[in-house]
């Protein structure tokens, strides 16, 4: 089956230790999308790629940085982990825009629970 | 990042009845919306998806829009104890990014 996959599903890492997250896709969407979701509140976007053209989010903390080296895949790299970057990481993927200007639908992966210790 | 809007609750309501769940945004230029539910623990999933004014019905769910009042909503018919979730409400705009409301908690008593 199509799908999104995200690897690990749980990370633990130490208070400043760089750490990567993955995301894979079987779906040959050209948009891919890195959100963060701490309990209780709204994911939140950090960056999307439209294919290999990437968007930041204006609030998004330079400690957060981004790669796609092709269609498939997509990496979250935390470069120096606070007690506060614990979440869960969620990664989603979208054919994107159409002409008409309408979004079509995300769908995302399983996530990836991140604890900092 | 855009703001959208909906009542945390918890919104409780009894099996079999009708559960309304509301959004509003302040991006005008909005131009896709979307519900999603998300049991605890898990990503989101897609319930409906709505593009154009009025209502969309698809089996027990109804999303309805009116983009002049930036309002969306969601009514859930006939609702079941596995409907009990959190129900996102999400919104784009014409560059591919979507936002997401903090969600409604809904509780079914059986």
């Known amino acids: 089956d199509a799908m999104v996959i995200q690897n690990p599903r749980y990370q633990v890492t130490q208070f400043g230790k760089p750490v990567t997250l993955s995301c894979s896709q079987t779906?040959?969407?050209?948009?891919m999308y890195w959100y963060q979701q701490k309990s209780s509140q709204a994911p939140k976007l950090l960056f999307h790629y439209y294919d290999k053209d990437f968007n930041n989010e204006a609030d998004t903390p330079d400690n957060f940085q981004s790669r796609r080296p092709n269609t498939s895949f997509c990496f979250l790299d935390i470069r120096s982990p606070g007690l506060g970057d614990a979440a869960m990481y969620l990664c989603?993927?979208?054919?994107?825009?159409?002409?008409?200007?309408?979004?079509?639908?995300?769908?995302f992966g399983p996530g990836t629970r991140l604890t900092v210790l | 990042q855009k703001e959208v809007e909906q009542n945390s609750g918890p919104l409780s309501v009894p099996e079999g009845a009708i559960a309304s769940l509301n959004c509003t945004y302040s991006?005008?230029?909005?131009?896709?919306f979307f519900w999603y539910r998300q049991y605890s623990g898990k990503s989101p999933e897609l319930i409906m998806f709505?593009?154009?004014?009025g209502d969309k019905e698809d089996g027990r769910f109804t999303a309805q829009l009116n983009k002049a009042s930036q309002y969306v909503s969601l009514l859930i018919r006939d609702s079941q104890p596995s409907d009990s979730a959190t129900y996102l409400c999400a919104v784009s705009n014409t560059g591919n990014q979507f936002y997401f409301g903090t969600g409604t908690s809904l509780t079914v008593i059986p």
């Open positions: 709505i593009y154009s004014n």
């Open positions: 779906l040959n969407h050209n948009v």
């Open positions: 991006d005008r230029g909005s131009q896709s």
């Open positions: 989603a993927t979208s054919r994107g825009m159409r002409a008409s200007g309408r979004t079509d639908t995300q769908y």
